[in-house]
């Protein structure tokens, strides 16, 4: 009974919030490791020991690596919820990436060890974990079939269109999503050219389908941006 009450709850999604809320202890373990990051300061950066992993509880965290020495190439956007550097869990011993914060951020961090020993005793903890890494996957599959079976103007279509899903705010009629990614960010995450995400947000803007700036994207017919992948 005990199993199927934790496989419902499971399927229906836990929330970290109200995790918190309903466990003191695991409230008073996650407040005294909570830490604040500034935006544009690093959480680490390739050959730093790696020997923790962080949830965000509030902010964005950018994740990427460097090419040639100083070209910034950015692989994943993580924001409040998820958990990155999960690579420790696999026994990684450094960083082969960096991890940067977007915004000010909020994060809990903790060590292998420490993480084990809570995910044994707190199970919805450990559904919650489960969960986050299963939430992570299917961001992965869906990437891998942007790349795979759209051309390079979709899948920055797609991309907006996801990032809007998962992130934005609706206002009325319009949809907006705060701390918009740099286009070169942008290029990274869809495998595209900066100049091909210029052209691609500009168009869209001549349309009066987005209006952008550096802080935000506006989407003002969401349905007619889904509509240019049919």
Do not use: C
């Amino acid at each position: 009974m005990h199993q199927e009450n934790n496989s419902k709850r499971y399927a229906h999604k836990i929330d970290l919030a109200s995790l918190l809320e309903n466990n003191d202890v695991l409230q008073k373990e996650f407040t005294s490791r909570k830490k604040l990051i500034k935006k544009g300061n690093y959480i680490y950066v390739p050959d730093d020991i790696s020997d923790r992993i962080y949830i965000i509880m509030d902010g964005k965290i950018k994740v990427g690596y460097y090419r040639d020495v100083d070209k910034e190439v950015v692989t994943a956007i993580f924001e409040k919820g998820n958990v990155f550097s999960e690579k420790t869990i696999l026994g990684e011993q450094k960083q082969k990436e960096f991890a940067i914060a977007v915004v000010d951020s909020e994060l809990v961090s903790f060590l292998q060890t420490e993480l084990d020993q809570l995910l044994k005793i707190h199970t919805d903890l450990n559904l919650l974990m489960m969960q986050m890494m299963g939430d992570r996957m299917v961001e992965m599959e869906s990437r891998l079939e942007s790349l795979v079976f759209l051309d390079s103007k979709s899948r920055i279509i797609d991309f907006i269109i996801k990032s809007i899903e998962k992130s934005g705010q609706r206002i009325g009629y319009e949809w907006v999503l705060r701390n918009f990614l740099t286009h070169q960010d942008i290029a990274s995450l869809t495998s595209t050219s900066r100049q091909s995400v210029t052209m691609v947000l500009n168009d869209l803007r001549n349309d009066n389908i987005i209006h952008f700036d550096r802080r935000r994207l506006l989407i003002r017919d969401l349905d007619k941006l889904k509509n240019l992948l049919k």
